[in-house]
């Protein structure tokens, strides 16, 4: 229950976002779980009971989960569920997200999210690819919670916008050297966060572990030192969300106060 908890506080955190769209998401995956998240990005409540999670060509339903959190039957507004079942491969799989009612799975019209970890051509790639919401032989690295970074729009699909544990990646470094680097961290009073002279940030935001933006910019940044005024913020676990020109990239941030 511990380790379930600090999922969904991490996954919670990850995946907050200040844009709307009409959409129902995956937003992340603990395949040694069997935990599914799941977001409406939409602006209104939607029972999404019937829509249908299909890993490794094994289709079942969301209703047919066990509920943690959340009210599936009616999922409001920037909301997330979070259900557990299915059995999800850890060592490797995918995960799409169907509309409800499906029988044809290749139709691209029914498949509305995928993400696989680990290793690539499983399940329902093909029908991802053929959607234009994934690349084939793509997959996230490193270990669950896989957790998704993306503002729910039409073009934030794909491994760029997901997450794993413990993965180095071009998110993260470039020729060696780090895109956006923070510290300290643990901080107490002021983060200072460095951006290389390659990369250009549009904007950010600081989200605590209620999935509240506590501190945003849209301000653009290149090549600069920004501090970050953190001292009136209670202590705790937070996510720094920037993103930049090409890709979003997500730090996590410990304060003390």
């Known amino acids: 229950m511990k380790n379930l908890f ?21 937003t992340g995956v603990d395949p040694n779980q069997n935990l599914v998240f799941i977001r409406n990005y939409g602006a209104t409540t939607v029972d999404i009971t019937g829509y249908i999670l299909s890993s490794k060509l094994t289709n079942f339903t969301v209703g047919s989960m066990t509920v943690i959190a959340g009210t599936p039957a009616s999922l409001g507004s920037m909301q997330t569920a979070w259900v557990q079942g299915g059995s999800l491969d850890a060592a ?67 491994v760029n916008h997901w997450n794993g544990t413990g993965c180095t990646t071009s998110i993260d470094e470039v020729n060696g050297g780090e895109k956006l680097t923070i510290y300290p961290n643990p901080a107490k009073d002021v983060l200072n966060v460095t951006i290389a002279s390659n990369v250009t940030v549009l904007s950010y935001r600081l989200v605590n572990i209620l999935g509240e933006v506590v501190l945003e910019s849209i301000q653009n940044y290149s090549n600069e030192k920004l501090l970050l005024d953190i001292s009136g913020f209670p202590k705790g676990q937070y996510a720094l969300v920037v993103n930049t020109a090409t890709e979003v990239i997500t730090k996590k941030v410990l304060i003390t106060q």
């Open 92 to 158: 490797g799989a995918d995960l799409a997200l169907y509309a409800p009612n499906t029988t044809d799975f290749n139709n691209t019209s029914n498949l509305l999210d995928f993400v696989q970890w680990k290793s690539g051509g499983h399940g329902r790639e093909s029908v991802a690819v053929s959607k234009g919401i994934w690349t084939a032989g793509d997959f996230v690295c490193g270990n669950p919670t896989y957790t998704y970074n993306g503002n729910g729009g039409t073009v934030d699909y794909g």
């Open 6 to 26: 600090k999922t969904l506080i991490v996954v919670l955190a990850l995946t907050t976002t200040i844009d709307s769209f009409s959409q129902i998401r995956i």
